[in-house]
């Protein structure tokens, strides 16, 4: 139990991790979107009719206009070498130039302040992704690859933010007219106090999450300390009845056989007031004698032990009132009834367990009962999927306060303390009807006394072939 426990409060943990890890995920993803898609807005208003950063487009075209590339395709057709020499050297210009004319940092922090932020809190990166020329407008020669640069080339900002997942714009700008140019170039930012910015929004959440945590981790603990401590008190309590019960059986039988040798011994002197004080010395032993072994039953109980056989309930009841009505047969006064149609129906339930409670309904309508001459009835029937076992008696009844708590290990009502016991038959009853996963209700009944009623499922009746 404390291991299943433990292990469904730490998936409930996981559980709550992956709760508030993916709430994280997505208001970050949400946040950067929003902030991404302005700054792109922003930053391609910035670079109308221009490349990479305002005034970048000059660059490009002092090394790449008209008359050079005319120079270059001549190259192109009659000197190879010369011309990887000529793109070579004409592409370090330009990332050289790109590099010392940047102003994206102004560009940045204007387009970061629109959206309360500044360039403290935000980093960023611009790269060159490709440069290439066109002769006849249609073929494009990339002049990266005449280079040796790695790309992307960084031309301002910090190398460490050139990441897929952080990429803002994306922009590459081309023409089809003959002797030409295209570039690419890539913007990549990110918010460094973007974690600060989610964390402040998903923080009723995260506190929420911690307050239920930590109750649930409170009443796990508690309820495990309860348990624990109910435990050790069900072990103490168990030990006391078993030794007490232990103790007793001994000079309760040195007692029974003391009284049955007085009995013997002053029986030819006719002294009635000996007789008397014998007589209830004897009733007090054996009503002792009947309390330990009541206690001795319920500290013997144990669920565990419990063997449910496919029996006839007619059957099994009719002996248990046969036995009990061979009790009471020298009591004129007492009178055990059973009332049913039924010839058999089949239930599946320990004999002993289920035998023990009918016997523990029966008597206590007995024994708690001030009528003159007591009448039990006990009524076996049929309903639908079910079988109900009905054990009433005429006495002045449970009354309704205390219909709750007779169930309960050593509750004895108004009545149960003037009549004695420990308040344990009951409490055997509702044990064996949990443990079989019966139902049970009490009543009052219109014409006096209590009704006890046993909700019991029945099953079909076995052939020789299937036991």
């Not at 009733?283 to 496919?310: C, T, W």
């Not at 055990?336 to 129906?345: C, G, H, N």
Request: charged share 25%; net charge negative.
């Amino acid at each position: 139990m404390r291991l299943l426990a433990t292990l469904c409060f730490s998936i409930l943990l996981i559980l709550q991790y992956k709760l508030i890890s993916n709430s994280y995920r997505i208001e970050s993803r949400e946040i950067a979107q929003t902030e991404k898609a302005i700054i792109k807005r922003l930053y391609g208003e910035s670079i109308i009719n221009d490349k990479l950063y305002p005034g970048g487009q000059d660059v490009f075209d002092n090394y790449l206009n008209k008359e050079r590339l005319i120079d270059l395709e001549q190259l192109y057709k009659t000197d190879r070498r010369m011309f990887n020499d000529s793109i070579r050297m004409i592409t370090n210009h330009i990332l050289e130039e790109l590099t010392a004319a940047s102003n994206m940092d102004s560009v940045m922090s204007s387009i970061l302040e629109s959206i309360h932020l500044d360039l403290e809190k935000y980093g960023y990166t611009i790269t060159l992704d490709e440069i290439s020329i066109s002769f006849d407008g249609k073929n494009y020669i990339d002049l990266t690859i005449w280079n040796d640069a790695i790309l992307p080339l960084r031309i301002d900002g910090n190398e460490h933010y050139i990441d897929p997942n952080e990429v803002i714009s994306n922009i590459s700008v081309s023409s089809y007219i003959p002797y030409s140019y295209g570039v690419k170039f890539s913007l990549y930012g990110l918010n460094r106090s973007q974690k600060f910015t989610v964390f402040k929004k998903i923080f009723p959440l995260l506190l929420l999450t911690a307050i239920c945590t930590f109750i649930i981790a409170t009443t796990y603990i508690l309820t495990f300390r309860r348990w624990q401590k109910q435990k050790k008190l069900n072990e103490v309590t168990q030990d006391f009845l078993n030794s007490i019960t232990h103790e007793f059986k001994t000079p309760i039988s040195s007692i029974s056989v003391s009284v049955k040798n007085l009995i013997r011994e002053t029986k030819p002197y006719n002294n009635t007031n000996v007789t008397q004080s014998i007589e209830v010395i004897e009733r007090q032993s054996k009503r002792i004698d009947q309390l330990v072994d009541q206690a001795i039953g319920i500290s013997m109980f144990d669920p565990s032990n419990v063997y449910k056989e496919h029996r006839n309930l007619v059957e099994d009841v009719e002996n248990s009132l046969h036995d009990l009505r061979l009790k009471y047969i020298h009591d004129p006064h007492v009178d055990i009834k059973f009332e049913t149609d039924l010839q058999e129906v089949f239930a599946r339930y320990d004999f002993f367990y289920f035998t023990t409670a009918v016997n523990n309904l029966i008597e206590n309508g007995i024994k708690h009962n001030n009528s003159t001459d007591k009448e039990v009835m006990v009524r076996l029937m049929e309903r639908k999927a079910d079988i109900l076992l009905e054990v009433s008696d005429n006495g002045e009844g449970i009354p309704a306060d205390e219909q709750q708590y007779v169930f309960h290990k050593f509750y004895q009502g108004r009545q149960g303390k003037e009549k004695g016991g420990l308040g344990l038959g009951l409490y055997y009853v509702d044990q064996m009807v949990n443990i079989h996963q019966w139902k049970q209700e009490i009543h009052l009944r219109d014409t006096g006394g209590t009704e006890i009623r046993i909700i019991i499922p029945k099953t079909i009746k076995k052939t020789k072939d299937e036991r």
